[in-house]
């Protein structure tokens, strides 16, 4: 096959949308924000910064996510196609007051918290 | 805190302790060899990954450690097939995936324990913590392993069936980490039982260290599930005579 239709080729596949990008802080064993806002049916990226010195672990049951952050440092993780709704989340090692919750919008109601956001 | 601990660690070790006991009703004639060949290569890997813990987290655009503990999940279901295939070498691979499941469980509760906010809290409700979560651990474990010393008598095909789900238990555990690494397609949710069987009540919890249930598991879940629990059912249907020539 000749280069050109290779090139062609690979041209025409579609292009992979990078997910959205969320952030989470955690600061003194508390999630920043509490509340996340992210749409529903679109994968996305959470990194989550933990400005503590100890660990802390980002749980989720609703999710299926767990992932040990250590003191001062990052982690990413890939979350969704989520269905709407309500999915708690909370800092294992500190479950008392690390608790947050991250809310899928049906595309509407993410367009207009969107809109209310930037206003 | 109390509370706290006695869950992180009955949690990291209930899993464990399972595998454990049903390895050790496996190989009941040859604990001593196997509690040998266990030792050694746990404490090697327990070592080795809490020391550079950090510098393990920060590989692979920060999924360095998601990448090496679904190594190891898979290294253990897969130590676990051979071992169930092979009776000639069953005995060291049973050890060496008990071994695997050791590391990460073991890291976690490391990085529990000394964690640095740890030194202000009361080391007492610590220590009680640990003591009550390895308590409760191991009573289940030791029910569990008599149960089991008594089915791989009477009825090898439940034993088979139960070895296999503790095995594929594992092939779940590292799917979902590639998945939340983006390693791994998830696809569509298969089915929502949170209403029914949350994760977190008692049932549900001994179930995900039993068979790794999932409230919402994903389809590439169970593929790899499914493919999983048919492969080791398959390489286990040799063990009765496999004991046999092991006793």
Redesign the interface.
Known sequence: MPWQHITLMSLALPVLAEPMLFELQIKDHLFHPSVLYVPAGEKIKLLVLNQDPSPEEFESFSLNREKVILGNSKATLFIGPLQPGRYQFFGEYNPDSAQGVLIALPEAQWQQHRADNAN | MLI?TVL?FLRELLPLFLLLATLLAWHSNQWRRFTLLLTLPAILMLALFSSN??WI??QL???G??LLYSLLYAGCFVLLCMAAAKGVVALPFSALACACLLSINGS?LL??IW????GNADPSALLLGMALGVGIGSSIAVLWYYLLTELKQLHILSYRLLLSLLGVRQIMMAS?LL????WLPAGP?LWQT?QWL???SELGFFLQALLGY?????LSQGVAYLGGLVLLLWCSRNLKNNRRSAQ
Do not use: C, R
Request: net charge negative; aromatic share 6%; charged share 20%.
């Open positions: 706290n992180m813990m950090l987290s920060e655009d920060g999924f450690l998601e976690n990085l529990y964690l640095p906010g740890q979902a998945i939340q690494s983006d949710q949170e949350p994760e977190q999932e409230a919402t598991p994903v």
